[in-house]
């Protein structure tokens, strides 16, 4: 029941573009807040943000594998952000290339963990000149549980951890040219 509520509340905020305080407040809003205070923000802030990470890693994915797409940009190059909050195991994929066509980058399209900031960049093969094209994922990786494959099918249930609010495939994602603001 609380996570249909938050669930309905994750939708609604893509579709409007909300912002993270105006999700929180929505959440707040519900009965007795769901036990979820003013004091602990981070939870919900987790939520707000991987859930809409993974509506627009889903959205990006299927524009990515496009074939028309892949046919004028062939390669995907995974980024991080670059900063000190960066996993390690995400920092081990920053500026790693990988053939678009191919399954191995698919298993690490963003988002790559709860609250995800990385993303992944089409190349053309003039933007790949004098670059290394990787087959298989750097042995040091280890996928984050329950986040091994593209977005579209991500954030499965991890025991003992708290369960994602995940968005079903045939939940709205925002409309052309809305910005979820964060």
């Known amino acids: 029941q609380i996570q249909d509520f938050v669930r309905a509340q994750v939708v609604v905020a893509l579709e409007q573009g909300s912002t993270f305080k105006q999700f929180a407040e929505s959440i707040r809003s519900g009965d007795a807040s769901l036990g979820i205070t003013a004091n602990d923000p981070a939870y ?4 707000f943000r991987t859930n809409v990470q993974w509506a627009y890693g ?3 994915y299927r524009a990515m594998t496009d074939p028309d797409v892949m046919e004028q940009r ?3 190059e995974y980024r991080t952000t670059g900063d000190a909050r960066v996993r390690e195991s995400h920092r081990i994929l920053d500026g790693t290339i990988y053939a678009a066509e191919g399954e191995t980058w698919r298993r690490i399209a963003p988002p790559n963990g709860f ?5 992944a960049v089409l190349l053309t093969r003039e933007e790949l000149a004098g670059r290394k094209v990787l087959g298989e994922l750097p042995p040091a990786f280890v996928p984050e549980p329950g986040f091994d494959g593209p ?3 991500k954030m499965k249930p991890i025991p003992g951890k ?3 609010v995940a968005i079903p495939k045939s939940a709205p994602l925002p409309a052309a040219g809305v910005e979820a603001k964060t």
């Open 44 to 47: 919900l802030s987790m939520v």
């Open 58 to 60: 889903s959205g990006r």
């Open 74 to 76: 062939p390669y995907v």
């Open 115 to 119: 609250a995800c900031r990385c993303a």
């Open 151 to 153: 977005p579209i099918g």
């Open 162 to 164: 708290p369960t994602p």
